[in-house]
């Protein structure tokens, strides 16, 4: 499985970015998407995920409100737009996908995903 994230860069507080994530290679029918970021000297977190199989999202109540995970069926790509950024949600922002849990909610544990892209650097000046 290939994942290409696109999209970050550079933005004042308040403003809005969308990431996409380009998926390919999968060897299964049904897959599990996931958004995580990780900022300087600080573990992986998760953010949101996306499930084929329903086509369900799920989002971690940090991320409620702020962030929103999507796909476009058309395009085979799955975004994740954020809005109201702060200083904080400064990160390398990173798309993951599995396959042995889609028979579940999509997870948002780094720990559950094998395939990752190289991630987008997401910068947020204040």
């Known amino acids: 499985v290939q994942l290409v994230e696109s999209g970050g860069g550079l933005v004042q507080t308040g403003g809005s970015l969308r990431l996409s994530c380009a998926a390919s290679g999968f060897t299964s029918e049904h897959y599990n998407i996931g958004w995580f970021r990780q900022a300087p000297g600080k573990e992986r977190e998760g953010i949101g995920c996306?499930?084929?199989?329903?086509?369900?999202?799920y989002h971690r109540d940090f991320a409620r409100g702020r962030f929103t995970v999507s796909r476009d069926q058309a395009k085979n790509l799955v975004y994740l737009q954020m809005t109201n950024l702060e200083p904080a949600d400064t990160a390398v922002y990173y798309c993951?996908?599995?396959?042995?849990?889609?028979?579940?909610?999509?997870?948002?544990?780094?720990?559950?995903?094998?395939?990752w892209g190289r991630g987008t650097q997401v910068t947020v000046s204040s």
């Open positions: 993951a996908a599995e396959n042995k849990y889609i028979d579940y909610a999509c997870l948002t544990g780094p720990q559950f995903y094998d395939s």
């Open positions: 996306f499930t084929s199989k329903d086509g369900r999202t």
